[in-house]
C-alpha cells in the first residue's frame, strides 16, 4: 500500500460553522483527523498538523517552513504522495510558491474547502478524498505542485480562486484544468510545459502589488519608492498599458533600480507590449519594465520574491519572466 504523508496548514477545511450565529472560527483540533479511519483501506497516512492558521494569517517565511519539512520528507523518502490542506483565500500563492521551490517527482497536492466541515454540503472530506486520490494516481507524478478543489486539477502556477463562496471557485483562467476526478477515476488531459525550481534557503525581500485603475497617478509608486523596497508588480490595464500619470514616478523607481514586473489586471489573457503610445506596453518595455507572461500578480509576486531570494542571479532578472 502506497503512504500519503498529509499536512494539515488550516483553513475552512478544518474549521466549523456555529449553528446559531454562524460564524466560521478554527477548531481547537481539526475534525478531519477524526474521519482518517475512512482512508485505511486506501493508503498509510502519516498526518501531521504543521500549521493551524486562517490562510490570510499566511506568510511567505510561513511557506518556506512548509516547503523546508516536505523537501525533507522527499529526501527520507517518507511517503509516495503529499497532500496539504490549506486555507483556500491564499491557497493559490503557497501552492506557487512550493512550486517554484521543490524539486520532485511525487505528487504534491494542495485542497482546501469553501464550507467548513459541519455546513450543509460540506466540501471539505471530499476535496481531501480527490486530493488523496490524486496523490496516489501514478499520472499526477512530474507535473508540479497540483491543486485539486471540486473534481478538478490545477496547476498551482495558473489556479486562481474566483468566486468568495461558490464551491467551483477555484478556476484556470485561459488555459483550463489539466485534469479532473470523475466519480473515483484520476482523469490527466493536459501537461505544463516545465518551469524552473529555484532553490532558495531564506525568503526576506520586500515586494509589493499595486492594481492600476483609470485616472491612477504616481502617488502609490512614489510611496514604495524606499530603499527598503526589493520590487514591484504591476496589474496593469489590459494587454499592459498604465496611465500616462504613473510614468514619472515608475522612471523614478526604475532608476533607482528596483524591478519593475508588470501583469495584467484582465482575468483572462497574457500582458504583451502592443501599443506605442504614452503608457503603452511598448514604451514600458523599452523603460525596463519586466512583462510576466501569463502571472496573476499575485503569482508573479511570489516569483519574482523566490528569484530573487536565490544567492545568485546568473541571468538577466527579464529572462526568468
Ligand atoms: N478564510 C478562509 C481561509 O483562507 C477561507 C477558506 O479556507 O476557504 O483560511
Redesign the pocket.
Known sequence: MKTILVLHT????SMSEDQTTGKVSPNSENPLNKRGHLFDNVANMIVEDFFHL???HMTPDKMLLLKNRIQQAIVANEADGIVITH?????EETAYFLDLTLKTTIPIVVT???RSINEVGSDGLYNFQSAIWVALSQEAKEKGVLVVMNDEIHTARYVTKTHTSNVATFQTPTFGPIGLISKNKVLFFQKLIEEEVYSIETVSKTIFLLKVYAGMDGTLFDAINQPTTDGLVIEALGAGNLPPATLSALNRLIANHIPVVLVSRSFNGIAQDVYDYKGGGKQLKEAGVIFATGLSGPKARIKLQVVLSQDTLPRSLEEYF
Do not use: N
Not at 10 to 13: A, P, Q, S, V, Y
Open positions: 488550516g483553513g475552512t477545511i486562517p490562510s490570510p486555507g483556500t483565500d491564499t491557497l482546501g474547502a469553501m
